[in-house]
């Protein structure tokens, strides 16, 4: 069971060039999100998947699409990256769980994180 | 806007020492509050989540604590151990969907 991976662990970008972040979840969660963690700005939420086949922006979506391809899996791409975008990039995964003691609450997995730097 | 604050943003402390980390948050119909810790360049470890139906919530020498009402929950670390340097980050959620984080207390404890 490897929980929420994620892939790359770093990426260095120039300014302008697209790339794709990837997350995968083994848990079989419902619900998928990618979150940016800057200094001082705490984590932040770029966009949310609350099912298969659904997205909703967050916070701070503007410059960022997603995809998700099935229930596992949940794509982050930068088509045009920017400085402004170099951050440190969390996927997180949770699911309504009746089966813990206390009955139907949400509960949060983090991936290790993607540490993107754009120049 | 749901907005969450965590004081202190830095707490130093002695070995052994008992600790209290604070978080407040600006719409207190929350579902439920969950405390993280995250290590340097690590992502993150859930701790501790309370259903907003409970006053708290304890694992270990972790124990959380929820005042719905007064939008607020503390997390108090018995016995601190060095191990314990860590940011902790706690967060909340309305709706199920969208999680609400803290800057997080960055502690450091002292051998």
């Known amino acids: 069971n490897a929980g929420v991976t994620q892939t790359p662990k770093f990426q260095v970008l120039k300014t302008g060039q697209s790339m794709t972040l990837q997350c995968a979840q083994d848990?079989?969660?419902?619900?998928m999100y990618w979150y940016r963690q800057d200094p001082g700005m705490g984590l932040r939420l770029i966009y949310y998947s609350a099912s298969e086949g659904t997205t909703d922006k967050g916070e701070v979506p503007n410059g960022y699409n997603v995809s998700r391809l099935n229930k596992r899996e949940f794509s982050l791409r930068l088509e045009s990256a920017a400085p402004s975008q170099t951050s440190v990039y969390f996927c997180?995964?949770?699911?309504?769980?009746?089966?813990?003691?206390?009955?139907?609450?949400?509960?949060?997995?983090f991936g290790p994180g993607t540490r993107l730097t754009v120049t | 806007k749901q907005e969450v604050t965590q004081i202190p943003a830095a707490l130093s402390v002695p070995e052994g020492e008992n600790l209290v980390l604070n978080c407040s948050f600006t719409d207190s119909a929350i579902y439920n509050l969950q405390w993280f810790r995250q290590d340097p360049g690590k992502g993150l470890t859930s701790l501790l989540l309370i259903q907003s139906s409970q006053r708290e919530q304890t694992s270990g020498r972790l124990n959380a604590s929820l005042d719905k009402s007064s939008g607020r929950s503390t997390l108090y670390i018995a016995a601190s151990q060095p191990g314990d340097s860590a940011t902790y980050l706690c967060?909340?959620?309305?709706?199920?969907?969208?999680?609400?984080f803290g800057t997080g207390t960055s502690l450091t404890v002292i051998p």
């Open positions: 997180a995964s949770s699911a309504l769980n009746r089966d813990k003691p206390l009955a139907g609450y949400y509960e949060q997995y």
């Open positions: 848990m079989n969660h419902n619900s």
């Open positions: 967060a909340v959620t309305n709706t199920g969907n969208q999680f609400y």
